[in-house]
């Protein structure tokens, strides 16, 4: 469960910017659109968060930077080597941002514990990490280390509440990588609830084609397939079933003057066989089964079927899902029916969560968003990203959103302007 995400000097953003999913006041859709966290005397959370911004304004890079900071932590212990530079992008609209350390920090509950968790790195090493635990309702500084660049030395904190081999751990940590990376590969039973949180962030950036494989390898299952099939049909999808046919695959066809050696190199990592997908329709006129390929259907189709299994993953298992443009491809229709299974507690009992950005302002007026969940984004004039939430302006229960937003009320819109050929 994400409680807020906040970031500085990477992309577009500059000063710390945070995206909060802890829910306000606001009594509107309070069952439906949040639910209480597993710790004692916190907030009710939010089920979804909305971003709108001008193309330009940061949206993307705010997802990019979750996904930066995953990818860090996921990898950073063992897929580089000590003085690979690390591949963080920081705000080049100032003077100091590229010598300047990025920051990135996550609140987040997992298994009934809330952790702050984040660092700081520039291109060359981790300069600062850092995480505190709440079991309770008092803080415990589980670990810290901080780069000192005058004695070019790290100075390091392990917490009495921190148990294991915490020096062979500290010894491990490379510049370049995560001591949280590197303790739960060396097997800390104690930080792999941290590090678990972050496999279950299922991020897709704009522009990135979801992998269908998924969906195809849970329509295997039969129980799992009638649940995709119930998604596709509650999406108005014309289907009568899925069928998935495994054939052999096809030997490729190399150029005669290919080397044996280079062949074979391909060969390797080739499957041995495929699978394919087909929706059954029934025929108009004599009730007949017919089986079409997936290709064959609106690439709308294609799309909502490799998000199906995805979707049902996030509301079985409490993942959280982030979407850059939501509405790519999707018509605002069912952009509102995917929204609404994550904000029904029957569907979502397990509490997963959605942050996604969209162009789509229709949204807006439909009674399915609290005002708590709608955030912006737009440059300031010093080019850097400013995020800020709807309720900053305090609009009105009733109060026309998408008038109000499309009219300026808001901000992050495009600045359009009269240019002549």
Same mark, same amino acid.
């Given at each position: 469960m994400l409680i807020e995400f906040s970031i500085s000097n990477y992309r577009s953003f500059w000063e710390t910017q945070t995206l909060s999913m802890a829910a306000g006041p606001i009594k509107e859709l309070q069952e439906e659109n949040s639910f209480t966290p597993p710790v004692e005397g916190f907030?009710?959370?939010?089920?979804?968060?909305? =971003?709108?911004?001008?193309?330009?304004?940061?949206?993307?890079?705010?997802i990019a930077a979750l996904d930066f900071m995953q990818r860090l932590v996921l990898s950073s212990s063992k897929e580089s080597q000590e003085g690979e530079y690390i591949k963080r992008k920081p705000f080049l609209l100032h003077s100091q941002g590229p010598s300047q350390s990025s920051e990135f920090e996550t609140i987040f509950i997992q298994d009934g514990i809330r952790?702050?968790?984040?660092?700081?790195?520039?291109?060359?090493?981790?300069?600062?990490? *850092?995480l505190l635990a709440y079991p309770g309702n008092r803080a415990q500084r589980w670990f810290?280390?901080?780069?000192?660049?005058?004695?070019?030395?790290?100075? *390091?904190?392990?917490?009495?509440?921190?148990?294991?081999?915490?020096?062979? *751990?500290?010894? !491990?940590?490379?510049?370049?990588?995560?001591? &949280?990376?590197?303790?739960?590969?060396?097997n800390?039973?104690?930080?792999?609830? =941290?590090?678990? *949180?972050?496999?279950?962030?299922?991020?897709?950036?704009?522009?990135?084609?979801?992998?269908k494989g998924f969906t195809v390898k849970s329509c295997e299952d039969k129980e799992k397939c009638d649940d995709i099939l119930k998604f596709l049909k509650?999406?108005?999808?014309?289907?009568?079933?899925?069928?998935?046919?495994?054939?052999?695959?096809?030997?490729?066809?190399?150029?005669?003057?290919?080397?044996?050696?280079?062949?074979?190199?391909?060969?390797?990592?080739?499957?041995? !066989?495929?699978?394919? =997908?087909?929706?059954?329709?029934?025929?108009?006129?004599?009730?007949?089964?017919?089986? &079409?390929?997936?290709?064959?259907?609106?690439?709308?189709?294609?799309?909502l079927f490799a998000y199906a299994a995805p979707w049902l993953d996030v509301l079985s298992n409490g993942l959280v899902l982030v979407v850059d443009e939501l509405d790519n491809s999707f018509h605002p229709h069912l952009v509102r029916y995917m929204l609404k299974l994550i904000h029904d507690s029957e569907s979502n009992r397990e509490n997963g969560q959605l942050i996604f950005s969209t162009h789509d302002t229709s949204i807006l007026d439909t009674k399915i968003l609290r005002r708590d969940q709608i955030w912006f984004t737009e440059r300031d004039s010093n080019y850097a990203t400013q995020l800020y939430p709807?309720?900053?302006?305090?609009?009105?229960?009733?109060e026309a959103l998408e008038k109000g937003y499309l009219q300026g009320r808001f901000g992050a819109l495009p600045y359009i302007g009269e240019v002549k050929f």
């Open positions: 907030p009710n959370l939010l089920r979804s968060a909305v =971003v709108y911004g001008p193309n330009g304004g940061g949206k993307s890079n705010l952790y702050q968790y984040g660092f700081e790195t520039t291109e060359k090493r981790v300069t600062h990490e *850092w810290e280390r901080t780069y000192n660049p005058e004695t070019e030395e790290e100075e *390091w904190y392990l917490g009495a509440k921190l148990t294991g081999p915490k020096k062979t *751990w500290q010894n !491990s940590t490379r510049s370049n990588a995560l001591f &949280l990376s590197t303790a739960v590969q060396l800390s039973e104690q930080l792999k609830p =941290v590090f678990a *949180w972050f496999k279950k962030l299922v991020i897709i950036r704009h522009g990135e084609l979801i992998d509650g999406a108005s999808i014309l289907v009568d079933g899925i069928e998935i046919k495994e054939r052999k695959f096809e030997p490729l066809q190399f150029p005669s003057d290919l080397p044996e050696e280079v062949k074979n190199f391909i060969k390797k990592d080739l499957p041995q !066989s495929v699978k394919d =997908v087909f929706f059954k329709h029934q025929l108009s006129d004599t009730g007949d089964s017919i089986s &079409l390929p997936l290709q064959e259907e609106s690439d709308g189709t294609q799309k709807l309720t900053d302006f305090h609009p009105r229960k009733k």
